[in-house]
């Protein structure tokens, strides 16, 4: 954890929180906490400072928060075909680290129909993981989750538009880029907007769901022609766009 948060329902009017678990454990026994010790916090889509522990009473821990600064903000949307539920759990909290604000998991022709009934569906189950991530990286801004099980229809059917109309920078990850092979984008970026970024699942989009894909505005981006794992692809792709993207939308 490089930032302890908190929901913003766990703070009291004067900035004071009193918690214990795993964030408690990670003070007492990582940075060796004491009283009178400063820590990084910060409020889940809220802002970020400094708290100071006024107490430890066995396993919990009393903080004095000041929240006061911005955090980094998402810099990229994604469009996805999950990969299997053990995969994607190691994927989310990666996601949220590196600056993902949406999350489309898409009902594309091979993903898994057993997927759409994993827990890993549930808020309950998801949001912890979301929030480890942004632990990691500093920041506070959860990505959103939304379900779309019929890739056809949500593309064709208006609701995509109306989502994404304005982000222009359309990127779908396919192992070739036309009659190039080439580990970047076919195309200059456009820094027009957020970009969307597609990524199929572990079989790969079908050619049909590309055209659909490209029919939408969408470029191709590629790696490669190695096929990859639906989990490492992503951290790839996202690694090689936030030099770009991430430091051009930054305050």
């Known amino acids: ?3 302890i948060l ?12 009193t918690f214990g678990g795993v964030r408690a454990e990670h003070v007492l026994t990582i940075l060796h906490g004491e009283v009178g010790q400063t820590l990084k916090t910060g409020v889940v889509d809220g802002l970020i400072g400094t708290g100071v522990i006024e107490r430890i009473e066995g396993e919990k821990v009393t903080v004095k928060c000041v ?24 994927l989310l909290p990666q996601l949220a680290a590196m600056g993902v ?6 009902g594309a022709a091979k993903v898994e129909k057993a997927f759409w009934g994993a827990q890993l569906l549930k808020e309950e189950i998801y949001r912890p993981l979301l929030v480890d991530g942004l632990m990691q990286a500093g920041t506070t801004a959860l990505p ?12 064709e059917g208006g609701r995509f538009e109306e989502q994404f109309g304005r982000q222009t920078d359309r990127i779908v990850a396919h192992p070739e880029c036309g009659a190039r092979r080439a580990a970047n984008v076919c195309e200059p970026p456009r820094l027009a907007s957020r970009p969307v970024l597609a990524i199929g699942p572990e079989g790969g989009w079908t050619d049909d769901e ?17 096929i990859l ?23």
């Open 6 to 17: 908190f929901n913003a329902d766990e703070l009291d009017a004067d900035g004071h929180v």
């Open 210 to 226: 590309v055209e659909h894909l490209e029919a939408h505005g969408f470029r191709r981006m590629s790696l490669g022609p190695r």
């Open 144 to 155: 959103t989750i939304q379900i779309e099980r019929t890739f056809g229809r949500w593309l």
């Open 67 to 90: 929240h006061d600064r911005e955090a980094a903000p998402p810099w990229i949307d994604l469009v996805l075909a999950p990969p299997r539920p053990r995969a994607m759990k190691r």
């Open 1 to 3: 954890m490089n930032r």
């Open 229 to 251: 794992r639906t989990d490492t692809a992503t951290i790839a792709l996202l690694a090689q766009l936030m030099p770009v993207y991430d430091s051009f939308w930054m305050p």
């Open 101 to 106: 604000g949406r999350i489309v998991l898409v």
